[in-house]
């Protein structure tokens, strides 16, 4: 019922930016939802990046990820983003956005659990 499609990645020089966005749709509209992104590198397991709740008054990142990345949202586009500064080329990965199962997560920190759809991921590659 509910799509989401990542789109922004590319290649970028070690230093660089993108901008990823995920744009859902179907009838489900996520402002009533948190939102997250997560990335998978080859050979690794899928990590947490960054959650949003559902009025994005309170965020969460992954301790690397502070200070250096930035979720956002924008509900009257059915949006979220994920900006994604001083990129590093350990940040290489395929990057998921995933849907809450909720409005907020239900622990201290947004886990696997608590989100119930994943898109297809935007590849980003980051050079050194």
């Known amino acids: 019922q509910v799509q989401l499609v990542e789109s922004g990645g590319g290649l970028v020089q070690a230093g660089g930016s993108l901008r990823l966005s995920c744009a859902a749709s179907?009838?489900?509209?996520?402002?009533?939802?948190?939102m997250g992104w997560f990335r998978q590198s080859p050979g690794k397991e899928r990590e947490f990046v960054a959650a949003?709740?559902?009025?994005?008054?309170?965020?969460y990142y992954e301790e690397s990820m502070k200070g250096r990345f930035t979720i956002s949202r924008d509900n009257a586009k059915n949006t979220v983003y994920l900006q994604m500064n001083s990129l590093k080329p350990e940040d290489t990965a395929v990057y998921y956005c995933?849907?809450?199962?909720?409005?907020?997560?239900?622990?201290?920190?947004?886990?696997?659990?608590?989100?119930?759809?994943w898109g297809q991921g935007t590849q980003v590659t980051v050079s050194s």
């Open positions: 995933a849907l809450g199962k909720g409005p907020l997560w239900r622990g201290i920190s947004p886990a696997p659990a608590d989100f119930r759809s």
């Open positions: 179907g009838r489900t509209f996520i402002s009533n939802y948190a």
């Open positions: 949003i709740t559902w009025s994005g008054f309170v965020t």
